[in-house]
């Protein structure tokens, strides 16, 4: 009935796996952050160059979030099996 | 353009639209679902996020205030990135509670209550309809555009006429697909794939403007930035309060809105699909807002001044003499319009139908649910439902006169759905919210958002009086609609969002932290928050206590989801349960299934009150709560203690399996000392009798005579020396030796050992190296026994010594309160694999009869050393035999005491 404690060490596929994780949980704050930035600019930026940034942003989270995506769907590794390191 | 060309084309198109859901429909009947089950229709349908008011509104919006629009796009954007954090469990949850609607999701989260359904159903369709009503006004205002450019004196059908026949028309269509059936899990694929083929046009039709726009007209991408840069207007100052609400406020809604929740949990067909949808989906958006800005400056530009800009995406290739592209534009904003009036209408019908319609008619008609045409009754309640909704939208499109512009609209109903946010959330990551605080939480965010933008926005004197507006509620300045609380520094929507959700927040948790949540609702609290817990997810509690009879259930769930499902799930539990035929016994977990499978039809909380009718409302308390938790808590103990106890009694098996080979040992040692020993006693025995004979014959020479004896006399004496050894060590082994301890010297021990050793081989002169400062240590020990020790030792060197000098080194050094003497010797030494068994009994290494010895004399020296408290060794690696005898400076009483003691043991 007791169940298992989870495992001290992880495997290195788990590991990176569960990085994956907290960088998939960090990049919306990241990107909130960088989408704030233009306020601080004042008026001194036109139109054009904040319409650049933000759409570079855009872009830029939505790349990441492809790089990201197909290792958060995999179903997490074995993570029985601890490795030596 | 011709406007009947126009009609004829929009006629077209919903024809097309009507005979792909329809051939989608037919194939997902018959299970070929394949192309439909792509992520590609999953991102796509989302797409109905951008409606009409993302088509024409967002280029009004640019040329109103610059990059604001962008904001309704970047809080989604946000959202969908960070999938990981929110989407993936509501869709998780709303698959496996199979949740119909976002009003279900928070009723069936909080006990099943459908005062909640109610509440967030109504705050869904007071949001919802102005939005529906834009819709319809958008279509309206984009025939009317090619009506005014139209040449031909072709009679532009009234204003309220067009909306009439638009609405009308997505009635049927969605009466068509959206309730073809009453599916277990509320999913319409015609609609779906109809939505998506919608999404295509509306991206490609925008696009299309856009390219024309910025190649055609203003000459590129980098002469369009310098232009967009250039363009100069006081209102394009970006606003941080608004920046920043507007981001979060479309990142509530894009969860919130019904339409959205619908396409993104309820229609969701694989959970994988989100992960792909995360970056998918933000893409779409960034292509639809990419081109808007500069359709809103070149717009500015060119289009004269008073140009309606929510227009400019049809007025501006219209003007340009594209007729064509105005065409795929009007069909792009026409798709946008539709798709999300009918996605909306589904969500907002389901809603209406569960929570509002059938609740009504089984508390006006009981006895409903034991009998009568359910499945009709549901499927006339979701039509009519539509139809009000519809006609809601419609009557209040011809009220309001479609005056106001249309981001301002879309703004007040993401406002108004956001008031749900704080309960949903809270409802998946907080165990500890309650019905009374999400009711308290809803009812006050929804009462200030009404307060605060929804009736203004009507218009002073419209809803609420200019004296209120200026003076606040009763006289009472605080209570002013735009500036509560004094706070009159902030735009009305930013702070309209604030004062509602801050509020609607703290009723939420006010309302959690005093209130006691009931079982259903604890139940439900844990399904949702530990939603990725397989563990947790097992029916632990159900319908336990009533009675009802299997057929009248499956009577039940025939007339709700239909004979064919009903029967086939019926006798998919029962051959789970092992059983042959169709009516499975009434297990908790098969009632839990048969009520989510109901509740994916009528929803959660009137297939729980459905089927407590059958079993006379008795369902769990509190009581059986903690019951069975207890029950849980002492299986849990009692599987503890007998791990435990298993792990004592392995401990005693393993103690008990070395005690057997230790007894078998000993076994055999004691064999091979018997049969040592009497080997030993008859090597003597043997001569002397033999002797003994020749003598009792007598007739011996006399010197012959004297020779015999003496053997005779030796051999005794060799058998009283061997059982001498014997009693010795048998006395010492027991421990019941008495040890006289006296302080004696050291050196002076060594040098009767020396003296009496001598005698052994007396022929052989050996060279003995002392150290004798070293040796001057007074120790307090049994000295006789030493000495017999050293003897022993001194003896074996000069018996076993073969080196032709023979050396002796005898060295003493004190280390830590005891004593250490070594015995170094330059013989050959002792094999390295004979070095554990000289100290054993009858141990004789090579003998070759010089020793005469019976081999007893180091387990002797053992024994004597271990009850001096000490011991003797054999130290490996001096070049010859060395032997190495530790005791004690002082051995007291203590030492002798702990001896004992563990002798006993």
């Given amino acids: ?85 | 353009m011709p406007f009947n060309v126009l009609v004829l084309t929009c006629l077209a198109y919903v024809a097309f639209l009507f005979v792909v859901a329809f051939v989608v429909e037919r194939r997902a009947s018959r299970g070929e679902m394949r192309f439909l089950r792509s992520p590609v229709v999953y991102t796509l349908s989302l797409s109905i996020y951008c409606t009409a008011w993302t088509f024409y509104g967002a280029v009004g919006s640019a040329a109103r205030t610059g990059l604001e629009f962008l904001t309704i796009y970047l809080g989604p954007t946000l959202v969908f990135v960070g999938w990981w954090w929110v989407l993936r469990k509501l869709v998780r949850i709303g698959r496996r509670q199979r949740v119909t609607s976002i009003a279900d999701l928070i009723s069936s989260r909080y006990g099943k209550s459908n005062l909640l359904g109610v509440l967030v159903t109504v705050i869904a369709v007071v949001a919802a309809t102005p939005y529906i009503a834009l819709q319809l006004q958008s279509v309206t205002l984009s025939f009317s555009v090619f009506a005014q450019t139209t040449p031909e004196t072709w009679v532009m059908p009234d204003r309220d006429a067009t909306a009439i026949w638009v609405a009308a028309g997505l009635a049927l269509f969605t009466i068509l697909f959206g309730t073809r059936n009453l599916d277990a899990k509320e999913q319409h694929h015609g609609i779906v794939m109809a939505i998506a083929v919608e999404a295509v046009v509306k991206l490609v039709a925008l696009l299309a403007v856009g390219i024309f726009v910025v190649w055609g007209l203003g000459g590129g991408p980098v002469a369009m930035i310098e232009r967009i840069e250039a363009y100069t207007d006081p209102n394009w100052a970006i606003q941080p309060g608004r920046w920043a609400g507007l981001i979060f406020l479309s990142a509530a809604a894009v969860i919130t809105l019904p339409r959205m929740f619908q396409v993104l949990v309820v229609e969701s067909v694989d959970e994988a699909h989100l992960s792909r949808a995360s970056w998918a989906f933000p893409a779409y958006l960034f292509a639809m807002s990419l081109f808007i800005l500069p359709i809103a400056v070149i717009g500015l530009d060119r289009m004269p001044s008073g140009t309606n800009p929510d227009m400019m995406v049809l007025t501006l290739p219209l003007q340009e003499g594209q007729g064509a592209l105005a065409l795929l534009a009007f069909l792009g904003g026409f798709s946008s319009a539709t798709s999300m009036v009918i996605v909306e209408t589904i969500a907002l019908a389901t809603m209406v139908s569960n929570h509002i319609l059938m609740p009504a008619w089984l508390w006006l008609r009981p006895q409903a649910a034991l009998s009568g045409n359910l499945r009709g009754a549901i499927l006339l309640a979701r039509r009519l439902s539509i139809i009000m909704v519809l006609a809601l939208g419609l009557e209040y499109f011809r009220l309001s006169g479609g005056s106001a512009a249309l981001a301002a609209i879309g703004q007040i109903a993401f406002a108004g759905m956001a008031q749900v946010l704080p309960a949903m959330l809270g409802g998946i990551f907080w165990r500890g919210g309650t019905k009374l605080g999400a009711t308290l939480g809803l009812s006050i965010g929804f009462a200030t958002w009404g307060f605060t933008l929804f009736l203004p926005s009507f218009g002073a004197g419209a809803a609420i009086s200019a004296e209120v507006l200026q003076n606040g509620l009763f006289g009472l300045h605080w209570l002013r609609p735009q500036a509560l609380f004094g706070s009159d520094g902030m735009d009305p929507l930013i702070h309209s969002i604030f004062w509602s959700l801050a509020l609607n927040i703290a009723g939420y948790a006010a309302g959690s932290l005093l209130s006691f949540p009931d079982p259903v609702e604890r139940i439900q609290g844990a399904a949702f928050v530990n939603a990725f817990d397989d563990e947790l997810q097992a029916e632990r509690l159900g319908w336990t206590h009533g009675q009802a009879e299997p057929e009248a259930l499956m009577n039940m769930a025939q007339r709700i989801i239909g004979d064919e499902a009903a029967i086939s799930f019926f006798e998919a539990e029962a051959r789970a349960q092992g059983k042959a035929g169709f009516l499975p016994d009434l297990t908790p977990s098969f009632l839990a299934g048969l009520e989510r499978n109901l509740a994916g039809s009528v929803g959660a909380a009137t297939a729980h009150a459905m089927i407590s009718q059958l079993f006379g409302r008795a369902t769990v308390t509190v009581e059986d709560l903690m019951a069975v938790a207890t029950e849980a808590a002492q299986i849990m103990e009692y599987s503890a203690r007998l791990e435990e106890k298993q792990g004592e009694l392995s401990r005693t098996a393993r103690q008990l399996r070395e005690v057997n080979e230790k007894l078998t040992q000993l076994s055999v040692q004691k064999d091979a000392f018997l049969s040592q020993i009497s080997h030993e006693l008859r090597t003597p025995m043997t001569s002397i009798r033999a002797f003994s004979e020749i003598l009792a014959e007598g007739d011996l020479p006399k010197a012959r005579v004297a020779e015999y004896g003496q053997i005779i006399h030796t051999e005794a004496r060799r058998l009283t020396r061997l059982l001498d050894d014997l009693l010795d060590l048998s006395v010492l082994e027991n421990g019941a030796v008495q040890l006289n301890l006296t302080l004696s010297h050291l050196g002076q021990m060594i040098d009767r050992a020396l003296a009496v050793s001598s005698q052994t081989r007396p022929e052989r002169t050996f060279d003995i190296r002392r150290d004798y400062p070293s040796e001057e240590i007074y120790l307090r020990t049994d000295a006789d026994r030493l000495v017999q020790v050293f003897i022993n030792l001194i003896s074996n060197a000069r018996k076993y010594c073969a080196s032709d000098a023979p050396v002796l080194r005898i060295s003493v050094r004190q280390k830590g309160g005891r004593v250490v003497v070594d015995f170094i010797d330059n013989g050959a030494g002792i094999a390295k694999d004979a070095q554990g068994l000289i100290f054993e009994k009858f141990a004789r290494l090579s003998d070759d009869g010089r020793a005469g010895g019976a081999g007893l004399g180091l387990a002797i020296c053992r024994e004597i050393m271990a009850n001096l408290g000490g011991t003797v060794t054999y130290l490996p690696g001096q070049r010859g035999a060395a032997f190495r005898v530790t005791l004690p400076l002082r051995m007291d009483k203590l030492v002798m005491e702990k001896q004992d003691a563990e002798k006993l043991r």
Avoid at chain 1, 22 to 33: E, K, S, T, V
Avoid at chain 1, 60 to 83: H, K, N, R, S
């Fill in chain 1, 1 to 85: 009935m007791r169940r298992p404690a989870a495992p001290l060490f992880l495997a290195r596929a788990v590991y990176r796996q569960r990085r994956l994780r907290d960088a998939a949980r960090l990049l919306p704050i990241f990107g909130f952050f960088l989408l704030m930035l233009p306020l601080m600019w004042g008026s001194a930026a036109g139109a054009g160059r904040v319409a650049v940034y933000v759409f570079g942003v855009w872009a830029l989270l939505i790349g990441l979030a492809a790089y990201v995506a197909p290792g958060l769907a995999q179903p997490e590794a074995d993570a029985q099996q601890p490795e030596d390191a």
